[in-house]
């Protein structure tokens, strides 16, 4: 049962355009949305989060935004990098047997082209 | 201030061999959580441990796998009598507190091959 849905395996961008990554959900008691950064050979690394009260979330040129009624979320990078190029997790919590318990979509690779 | 470090980076193993995957969490960090991201797959759920507490295990195999976070020392991921499709990378992630607003941090992972 795949809660957190990622269903673009890949993405190419120009460098300078906009990338959106977007992410699907099932799980309505998930109250905090998450993205991560994946090189190769490295472990993920925390990008930004979301509370499931707000509605957009911004750091640089990362901005998060969700949807709850359509249960989706999706990430923009503007402009996108050529270091930008990496895979890009989506992640969902919610309490569980006492604690946040975090739950990954399968990832979206995405490739800046320079 | 070292980050949460895994080792070995590369582990093989032949199979019905037994495979132990260490996880030193960050300084501070007493929640420790353990993932399995299978080829073409994402990141999927193992266990989360706290100091000599299994908290959810949930997301471990009924069978061959177990893990432990020892009062001194690292956390151990532990896969006896391995079998090809272990072959994986294992990430173990920490945590100060289990409140997510900051997400994990991630170690760099162990790669099992089985042979």
């Known amino acids: 049962d795949q809660q957190v849905k990622q269903n673009s395996p890949s993405l190419s961008v120009q460098e300078g355009r906009i990338s959106i990554l977007n992410c699907d959900y099932t799980n309505s008691m998930f109250d905090y949305f998450l993205w991560y950064k994946k090189y190769p050979a490295e472990g993920p690394t925390f990008l930004i989060s979301i509370s499931s009260i707000k509605d957009k979330n911004e750091d640089g040129r990362f901005t998060v935004f969700l949807n709850k009624s359509a249960k989706h979320l999706s990430l923009h990078i503007v402009p996108s990098q050529p270091g930008d190029s990496a895979v890009y997790f989506c992640a969902a919590s919610a309490q569980s047997g006492g604690y946040q318990k975090v739950t990954f979509g399968i990832g979206t690779k995405l490739q800046v082209i320079p | 201030n070292a980050g949460v470090m895994q080792n070995p980076r590369h582990l093989v193993r032949r199979r019905g061999q037994e495979a132990r995957l260490r996880c030193s969490p960050m300084?501070?960090?007493?929640?420790v959580y353990w993932y399995r991201q299978l080829p073409e797959e994402g990141l999927k759920f193992m266990v989360y441990?706290?100091?000599?507490?299994?908290?959810?295990e949930s997301g471990m195999p009924k069978e061959r796998f177990s893990a432990e976070f020892p009062k001194e020392g690292p956390s151990i991921l532990r896969i006896q009598q391995v079998v090809r499709g272990d072959s994986a990378a294992y990430f173990c992630?920490?945590?100060?507190?289990?409140?997510?607003?900051?997400?994990?941090?991630f170690g760099s992972g162990t790669r099992l091959t089985v042979v």
């Open positions: 300084k501070g960090h007493s929640h």
């Open positions: 441990l706290q100091k000599e507490n299994i908290i959810d």
């Open positions: 992630a920490s945590s100060r507190r289990t409140g997510t607003n900051y997400g994990y941090t």
